[in-house]
């Protein structure tokens, strides 16, 4: 099983970034998949969720409006887009798959907002 997050980097604020969590091993489409974020000295927060079919989405109140989950599951890939970032957003950013038995965590990919 695994889960490769990919997309991040430095950015300067009022800019974007797209997040992309490449998942193998494992029954895809079957899976709430979801990103998560941790900054220094902070828990690891969840950021949005998407159901197995995409039907459903749900963000938290600080990333409402800018940031959109989406997901691929012919390419078992799930996507953050995120816009308007602030330098609140620097955080390390964990893709996760919740199944009814199992639950996958990627290794993270940081995204920094800074001038």
């Known amino acids: 099983v695994q889960l490769v997050e990919s997309g991040g980097g430095l950015v300067q604020p009022g800019g974007s970034l797209r997040l992309s969590c490449a998942a193998s091993?494992?029954?895809?489409?079957?899976?709430?998949m979801s990103w998560h974020r941790q900054a220094p000295g902070k828990e690891r927060e969840l950021v949005a969720r998407i159901t197995s079919a995409g039907g459903s989405t749900n963000y938290a109140d600080s990333v409402k409006g800018r940031f959109t989950i989406s997901r691929a599951n012919a390419k078992k890939t799930v996507y953050l887009q995120m816009n308007s970032l602030k330098p609140e957003d620097t955080a390390v950013y964990y893709c996760?798959?919740?199944?009814?038995?199992?639950?996958?965590w990627g290794q993270g990919t940081q995204v920094t907002v800074s001038s």
């Open positions: 091993g494992f029954t895809f489409s079957s899976y709430i």
């Open positions: 996760n798959a919740a199944g009814n038995i199992f639950n996958y």
